[in-house]
């Protein structure tokens, strides 16, 4: 749907074009490379000028495989998913409470979960760590789902909570009047209307565990390593292994990728209503 | 009552804490003198306090911060509404566009600062070994200060932009049409539609737009994490990279404590400023 009502001359629209084609460069060229290196030897990546005709190999690939770097993806798979069922199994019955019954404390929490959202992320690490550090828990993905339950879980409440503020009472109300309790009013009224909301909620809490890098980086040192870590870890490193680095780098995009194209929609409203609200 | 409080307890009481505890334990901490390593824990009120606030490298880590967050903020705000505006127009393909320009706002930022690290590097990088050498530049971009400033700052524009026009372009799609029926009828040109309808409608949009980039800018560490590290020397050092050295290199828990709780006040001050302008 577009608010213009001015038409445009074909100048116009070229001019348009070519500025979206320079961002789309802008934005594109960085992801591009990234991919076309991956797949080149260790060798043709050090040539300069670089070549854009080559054979390509899957050898970075390989090496991700060879390397024990999967456990990585395997610890961020697990951190995200344990990550999306703790947050929506806590996050739903505080938002539709807060929600719904109103009152002066209600409002006080909102303040809280505002603060850990602006806090700086190492200044909630720094007490984070002093306590995983004293319950031995250091280096295991456990510690690291705590620690991102910290910030999605604030963020979901607070997404849901202005999404089930402005679904209509009466439905709920009678289903009370009818003898349900309210758990079951939230199961069976509440929720299902609700999908799509929960939808990005799940997808954003998925994407801040899998992208989260500082937490990570603080609570693990070696099995517990995810991919960010990883990535920071091997672009710090002296060795310089351009293919394996950006074949990481792809592999940490993967799910960035499919996002954007399947469930785009999802992803947008997350990101715009938790702005807008 | 009895209904509410049996579905309210046990989701905050879980809650609540988790939520609560950082920023009860980081106000403990930063009146307290707690390095890591060393077991005893000394109450020193203040002293964390004015021990930062008097160093030297935090005088310099605040005019980078300004810089970096000012600038970032700028650009990406700037950037952001061209493109919102350009995709609200009627063309073709505005949903693809839209879709590619969503990527960058949800790769890991770590990725986005090695892509800009391994593109601008000097001996292999396709802009810094290969473009720039040809423009007439053959230095290291991120081995000089300046320089180093302005590509971390690029770094972040990429990565940060797209979410910045995604939150215009809604704020945009909700001025209501009939608006810009009266302004045609009055025979506003689109630049006058633009300075007097478009712009004032999109004020709080404009404004929650620059409060989360600005918490965001403030607090970001990982892209540049990844590119320099704060460096060379701390010509990239901004709040959470100090933040970072003084807890996790120096091991000075406390002083680190403190120095969150500087940044969130000025967070604080910052928005709440902001927040006023959007209600007046």
């Known amino acids: 749907m577009s608010t213009s009502i001015y038409t445009r001359s074909v100048w116009t629209r070229v001019v348009l074009y070519f500025v979206l084609a320079i961002f789309l460069v802008f934005f594109l060229f960085p992801i591009i490379w990234l991919i076309i290196s991956s797949v080149k030897t260790h060798y043709q990546t050090l040539v300069i000028p670089p070549k ?40 739903i019955p505080a938002a539709y409470s807060l929600a719904r019954f109103k009152s002066k404390f209600n409002e006080n929490i909102g303040f809280w979960f505002l603060t850990v959202r602006m806090a700086p992320a190492f200044g909630v690490i720094v007490p984070m760590y002093i306590v995983i550090r004293y319950l031995k828990l250091l280096d295991t993905t456990f510690a690291v789902n705590i620690a991102h339950l910290l910030i999605n879980l604030p963020f979901g409440i607070w997404l849901l909570k202005g999404y089930f503020e402005e679904l209509p009472i009466e439905i709920e109300e009678s289903a009370l009047i009818d003898g349900a309790n309210r758990l079951q009013t939230l199961i069976r009224i509440v929720l299902p209307t609700s999908l799509p909301m929960i939808i990005s909620v799940a997808i954003l809490t998925f994407m801040f565990s899998w992208n989260e890098f500082l937490f990570a980086f ?60 | ?23 009860v334990f980081l106000f403990y901490m930063s009146l307290h003198q707690w390095i890591l390593f060393i077991q005893e824990i000394k109450f020193i009120w203040l002293e964390n306090f004015y021990n930062i606030i008097t160093s030297q490298e935090f005088l310099q880590s ?37 879709t590619l320009f969503t990527l960058p706002a949800i790769i890991p930022p770590v990725v986005a600062g090695f892509a800009w690290k391994f593109l601008l590097n000097s001996e292999v990088g396709f802009i810094g070994g290969y473009i720039l050498p040809h423009l007439g530049y053959e230095g290291s971009i991120l081995g000089n200060p300046q320089l180093a400033l302005l590509a971390v700052i690029m770094a972040d524009v990429w990565s ?24 045609e009828i009055d025979g506003a040109n689109y630049w006058k539609a633009l300075r007097y309808i478009t712009l004032p409608s999109m004020r709080s949009a404009i404004i929650i737009a620059l409060i989360i980039r600005f918490i965001d800018a403030f607090n970001l560490l990982e892209t540049i994490f990844v590119m320099t590290s704060g460096g060379p020397g701390i010509a990239t050092q901004t709040f959470p990279l100090l933040g970072w050295k003084i807890g996790f290199q120096y091991y000075n828990l406390g002083e680190a404590a403190a120095l969150a709780i500087i940044m969130l006040i000025m967070t604080i001050l910052v928005s709440q400023a902001l927040i006023r302008r959007m209600r007046t």
């Open chain 2, 62 to 98: 605040f005019g980078i911060t300004a810089i970096f967050v000012g600038a970032s903020t700028f650009f990406t705000l700037l950037f952001g509404l061209a493109l919102a505006l350009i995709l609200n127009e009627d063309l073709k393909g505005k949903g693809v566009f839209r």
């Open chain 2, 160 to 183: 940060r932009m797209p979410l910045m026009f995604l939150i215009l372009l809604a704020g945009l799609q909700s001025i209501p049409p009939d608006l810009y029926e009266a302004a």
């Open chain 1, 52 to 91: 854009l005709i080559f054979k390509p190999t899957a050898a970075a690939y390989r090496k991700i495989i060879t390397g024990g770097m999967l456990r990585s993806f395997k610890n961020s798979i697990m951190i995200s998913f344990i990550d999306i069922v703790l947050a929506l199994l806590l996050s």
């Open chain 1, 218 to 277: 603080v609570l693990t040192s070696n099995k517990g390593v995810t991919v960010p870590v990883l990535v920071a870890s091997l672009a710090g490193t002296m060795t310089f292994d351009w293919p394996l680095m950006c074949a990481v780098s792809i592999g940490a995009m993967i799910p960035a990728f499919i996002f954007v194209f399947v469930v785009q929609r999802y992803i947008v409203r997350g990101l715009t209503l938790g702005a807008l609200k």
């Open chain 2, 1 to 23: 009552m009895k209904e509410q409080t049996k579905l309210l307890l046990p989701s905050l009481a879980v809650v609540a804490p988790i939520v609560a505890f950082p920023t």
